[in-house]
């Protein structure tokens, strides 16, 4: 694993600390002394802190994890729009206890602008959809609704466009798939940072909980790698294949953007495939689901049983959600179960209806359907989870704690 990321303590660094509270350094001459507060103050690089456990961030918002943590997905528009007074009260009526909130989405936008001057401000990806993220999280604060920030990574047509040299090229065009998405480059650390300092900020505003989704190559990258133009950064030089440089590059973001965010006290999650937990790996698209639940505190598998095609010895799995996520919940606690440190499972489950699927492969998703998943989890001995539904409409009348 490339590891130059890696801190040198030197407490000379002159280099801007974010945070709240001041940190002192002693005299030239003197050994430094962070317990005393008679000496100058100076900035103190935010990663010397980090390893050596002094500074922790405090955004002035308290919240507390919950008992197991039952959530919903909000987009930007939800979050900041009409609809958010239906959604805290959907969860101030309900035994669900958290919202997973996007701030950096599917497209690459952020779904609110950034403060004046800021270095994330500048980019210029900023949308009004949330125009007041702190009003909304004292809101979250007051209700005890535990905020978790989705901050989509890899998939970033924004990024993509404005800065080909970040992505994949075909021939003089940024390479994008059927559906008109653009990836940025795993293999690059500038793509890792920007991500970081979205990640940074989220943490800044308030929130607990860092999810990052789309931590991948693009699906099917494996049958485009040989002919697409693009750059393996300090991967370029590691002796290994391609196959596993992907690997590699994911799981060393993980860990690095974890190592990042530890001065701000919040969990990191990440959102993977269902299926890479049934694999060695899915070396495709560079996800090892083992790997990365070793450089993470929480880990949500997507196991929607829409997304399954005859797996598990289930040939329709949308008709069968209970026998799907029951046969998955056994699969994934065998491989969290061998891991030395093994984090959270948190899965994401269907709160939709996948008609796509086409007739006679496909039921309406409701009431009866999700508590079939929930109730398969909690005979797993999984107690957490999050509802899917693109359009933030959730099913009524759903017992969460089946």
């Known amino acids: 694993m490339i590891k130059n990321w890696k801190w040198i303590a030197a407490c000379a660094a002159s280099i801007s600390l974010v945070g709240a509270g001041s940190v002192y350094a002693a005299d030239e001459d003197k050994t430094p002394d962070f317990t005393k507060r008679s000496y100058q103050a100076t900035q103190i ?27 919903i997905f909000l987009t930007g528009y939800s979050a900041g729009g009409e609809r958010f007074s239906s959604l805290v009260d959907l969860l101030d009526n309900t035994e669900l206890n958290a919202m997973v909130i996007d701030i950096k989405e599917d497209v690459g936008y952020l779904t609110y602008q950034p403060e004046e001057g800021s270095e994330l401000a500048e980019l210029g990806m900023g949308k009004n959809f949330i125009k007041d ?29 404005q800065r080909p040299d970040l992505t994949f090229m075909d021939g003089n065009q940024v390479w994008k798939n059927n559906r008109g998405d653009a990836f940025v480059n795993p293999f690059l650390k500038e793509v890792w ?7 940074i900020e ?12 789309y931590v991948r190559f693009p699906e099917g990258f494996e049958n485009r790698a040989d002919d697409l133009t693009y750059s393996l950064g300090e991967y370029e030089d590691v002796e290994m294949d391609l196959v596993q440089k992907r690997v590699e590059a994911v799981t060393d973001f993980v860990a690095y953007a974890k190592e990042q965010l530890e001065p701000y006290g919040v ?21 090892n689901f083992s ?9 949500s598998s997507m196991i929607y049983p829409s997304h399954w095609t005859s797996y598990f010895g289930i040939a329709k799995p949308d008709l069968e959600p209970y026998k799907l996520v029951t046969e998955y919940a056994k699969v994934e606690n065998e491989v969290l179960g061998a891991l030395e440190n093994p984090p959270v499972s948190r899965p994401w489950i269907q709160d939709f209806t996948a008609s796509y699927l ?7 998703y409701g009431k009866e359907e999700v508590e079939a998943q929930i109730k398969a989890l909690n005979e797993q001995g999984i107690e957490e989870f999050l509802l899917w539904n693109a359009g933030n409409t959730y099913s009524e009348g759903v017992d969460y704690t089946p």
């Open 133 to 161: 993220p702190r009003g909304m999280l004292e809101k979250l604060e007051e209700k005890e609704i535990y905020p978790i920030a989705r901050v989509v990574v890899f998939k970033d047509t924004v990024l993509a466009e």
């Open 291 to 299: 790997k990365i639940s070793e450089n993470v505190d929480v880990i």
């Open 267 to 287: 969990e990191v999650s990440v959102d993977i495939f269902g299926y890479a937990a049934t694999l060695p790996e899915a070396p495709g698209i560079g996800q």
């Open 202 to 213: 989220a943490a800044k505003l308030g929130f607990k909980e860092i999810q990052f989704d």
């Open 193 to 199: 940072d920007h991500n970081v300092k979205v990640a």
């Open 45 to 71: 690089d935010s990663k010397v802190l980090t390893s050596s456990g002094l500074f922790k961030f405090d955004s002035g918002l308290e919240f507390n994890y919950p008992d197991a943590v039952r959530g």
């Open 358 to 364: 086409g007739a006679g492969n496909f039921k309406r």
